[in-house]
């Protein structure tokens, strides 16, 4: 509904229930597996699947202080986003992508209602409509491995499509300037 | 929005979607997209919702299931004011976003994967 496609992710609200800031990466701390240890006795995935993680991109120092000034100066903060902007800066919605989520909304349903098998093929035509919603692989990966690895049913898999994309491009860098000019002549 | 019917309670498809019937049409925010006369009553037409707001409308045969996706209107947000979200909180009862009203919210989506 707010064009959320990957976890963490946070959204400010205020006092009025307006919007302030559109979904972004939200982390409250440094997440501890950018500092994680490979074991000694990893195997090749292992090795790899720690060596993704901890080059992950998620600056939660930035975050959490933008945080706390809003929390502190309210409207007037630097952080606090115009309704024009936060409109400008949420996810574009294509055709496809709308039609993903009714498809992994209908692929949900099915799959709570017992019926996993007949889930499948919405959960794969949401990840073939809307490849960047991390979102919907996870959930359906999950289904089939908790650890979300390379499986029979999905074309994906965490490990593989992380690297196809660049670690570092997993999570979409923050965007903590002020509105641009532009973006404030609604450009 | 999952449907077993082509057509839809007008206050059940506002709290599912955050679009309203109003005078001046189906309007989320201050946003507002004018409908047919014929359409604006207590139950709608979901066909004809779906082409004036853009959604696509996915049928499952075998389950005899609808499924409206999200309007395509260029963005994700088309208002910075924030629908009616009610979700299961831990217990699994009904809350609602907008009983935080008159305090700042941080809301974060996280999974347990």
Not at chain 1, 95 to 114: C, K, M, T, W
Not at chain 1, 141 to 160: K, R, T
Not at chain 2, 3 to 20: I, Q, S
Not at chain 2, 28 to 49: I, N, Y
Request: overall charge negative; hydrophobic content about 40%.
């Amino acid at each position: 509904m707010l064009g959320i496609v990957n976890v963490p992710s946070g959204v400010w609200i205020d006092e009025r229930g307006v919007i302030i800031r559109p979904p972004e990466t939200a982390s409250p701390r440094r997440p501890a597996f950018l500092d994680r240890e490979i074991p000694l006795d990893a195997t090749p995935r292992q090795r790899a699947l720690v060596e993704a993680v901890r080059n992950l991109r998620i600056d939660a120092e930035t975050y959490l202080a933008a945080l706390r000034d809003w929390v502190a100066h309210g409207s007037t903060s630097v952080y606090a986003l115009p309704p024009d902007v936060v409109i400008e800066r949420s996810r574009p919605r294509s055709r496809d992508e709308a039609l993903a989520a009714a498809h992994f909304e209908l692929g949900q349903h099915l799959h709570r209602s017992g019926d996993s098998v007949a889930a499948i093929p919405h959960f794969r035509a949401a990840h073939r409509l809307d490849p960047a919603n991390w979102t919907y692989k996870r959930q359906a990966w999950s289904f089939v491995d908790p650890g979300q690895g390379a499986n029979d049913v999905y074309d994906g898999d965490w490990l593989s499509d992380v690297l196809a994309i660049g670690p570092e491009n997993y999570y979409p860098a923050l965007d903590m300037e002020p509105p641009s000019a532009h973006e404030k002549r609604g450009g | 929005m999952l449907l077993d019917a082509l057509t839809v309670p007008a206050d059940l498809f506002e709290r599912r979607t955050g679009w309203a019937v109003r005078p001046e049409g189906l309007c989320k925010g201050a946003l507002c997209v004018p409908l047919p006369d014929h359409v604006a009553g207590e139950l709608l037409d979901v066909q004809v919702v779906a082409e004036r707001l853009s959604m696509p409308l996915l049928h499952d045969a075998p389950s005899g299931l609808w499924c409206l996706g999200p309007e395509v209107l260029g963005r994700a947000l088309t208002t910075a004011e924030l629908p009616n979200i009610e979700l299961p909180d831990l217990r699994g009862r009904p809350f609602s976003l907008r009983s935080l009203r008159g305090r700042k919210v941080l809301l974060v989506a996280w999974a347990s994967w």
